[in-house]
């Protein structure tokens, strides 16, 4: 049974930091995808990074790639998010999830180009001016 549960969010100021952990128990699969998502109120889920486990390449969308930071402690089973320069924008719940994807780990409609998707159940994040 695979169980992802996400942590450290809260509300900030802008221009602050957090960083997310992503506990993840329970996946046996040689090739898969990780990675992180966010939905804020009234907009659709939107995928913003990942790591390909069989390749150890990330992948970023290009509105979050100057101040987010995928990475992950293999040896703990965790997967981090750090977060710099927090915008006001930025206010969403965030999820971990993880699919079974052969290839890049790329997003189409706000999760993985793949199957079985497991989701955490969020942790929110809060940016005040």
């Known amino acids: 049974q695979v169980q992802l549960m996400e942590s450290g969010g809260g509300s900030v100021q802008a221009g602050g930091s957090l960083r997310l952990s992503c506990e993840v128990s329970?996946?046996?699969?040689?090739?898969?995808?990780i990675g992180w998502f966010r939905q804020a109120r009234g907009k659709l889920r939107e995928g913003l990074a990942s790591?390909?486990?069989?390749?150890?390449?990330?992948y970023y969308v290009a509105f979050v790639k100057d101040r987010f930071t995928i990475s992950q402690n293999s040896a703990k089973n965790i997967m981090y998010l750090q977060m710099n320069d927090l915008k006001p924008e930025d206010t969403a719940m965030y999820y971990c999830?993880?699919?079974?994807?052969?290839?890049?780990?790329?997003?189409?409609?706000?999760?993985?180009?793949?199957?079985?998707?497991?989701w955490g159940h969020g942790t929110q994040v809060t940016v005040h001016a």
């Open positions: 999830a993880v699919a079974r994807v052969f290839g890049d780990c790329t997003f189409d409609d706000g999760e993985f180009r793949g199957a079985g998707h497991v």
């Open positions: 790591i390909n486990a069989e390749r150890g390449t990330t």
């Open positions: 329970g996946y046996s699969y040689s090739s898969y995808c």
